[in-house]
């Protein structure tokens, strides 16, 4: 199957600063990409649409100020969380899709687990 | 927008059983996918699954999409299946958006 890498892995960071998440598909193109939040024993929430070349489409109640997303070419997207407090940690996932007429099976990176402290 | 219900919610097994996973939607979809997260968090791709029926390895499934529903067997189980077992699904006209299942949290004892 296809690859989707993210980096990084693990980050902890201080209240009031940003982070930025790099996702990449490693071995296809990906014209749409896609961010997850997950807390601790719950399922796979979508954040926001990522598409090459335009704007993010963001899913209701997520703050697009807050998570700005960039998908600057078709193999990367990232995610910067803005001034991050401690209700921002979590696990962050992203997704990318092969996107073929009959066939599009979406594959997922390996997350990011945020701790704002 | 669409409903999808995993069940059971929790399920532990001897080492060798065998087990069905369910997961119920309420609209058409035209996306079908299971996935395992394992215990570092990682989601494994384990079938695109939009109906039928498919096999590999110890794991099948089969997605009736008339009925709205889809089933992961897993048979002979080993300690290395535990994890969280999810079903998501995209309805047609759902944009690209994948909606994932509540999950199946499996362990799998010795």
């Known amino acids: 199957g296809a690859v989707v890498s993210q980096h990084p892995s693990r980050v902890i960071c201080k209240s009031g600063t940003s982070v930025k998440i790099e996702c990449r598909s490693l071995d296809f193109q990906a014209t749409t990409m896609f961010w997850y939040r997950q807390f601790p024993k719950q399922s796979l929430m979508l954040m926001a649409t990522s598409n090459e070349g335009s704007k993010a489409t963001y899913e209701q109640g997520v703050e697009k100020d807050k998570f700005l997303i960039n998908h600057a070419s078709l193999t990367l997207s990232t995610l910067t969380v803005t001034s991050a407090h401690p209700e921002d940690s979590s696990f962050y996932i992203c997704?990318?899709?092969?996107?073929?007429?009959?066939?599009?099976?979406?594959?997922f990176g390996p997350g990011t687990r945020l701790t704002v402290l | 927008g669409i409903q999808v219900e995993q069940s059971p919610p929790d399920l532990i097994l001897q080492e060798g059983a065998n087990s069905t996973l369910r997961c119920n939607f309420s609209d058409s979809v035209n996306n079908l996918q299971w996935f395992h997260q394992n215990p570092w968090g990682q989601l494994i791709n384990l079938f695109y699954i939009p109906s039928g029926t498919k096999q590999n390895g110890r794991l099948s499934a089969t997605t009736v999409a008339t009925e709205r529903y889809s089933l992961l067997y897993i048979s002979s189980s080993q300690t290395t299946d535990s994890g969280v077992y999810f079903c998501?699904?995209?309805?047609?006209?759902?944009?690209?958006?994948?909606?994932f299942g509540t999950g199946t949290q499996l362990k799998v004892e010795l």
């Open positions: 997704s990318a899709r092969v996107n073929q007429r009959l066939y599009n099976e979406q594959f």
């Open positions: 998501a699904v995209r309805p047609p006209g759902g944009g690209n958006k994948l909606t």
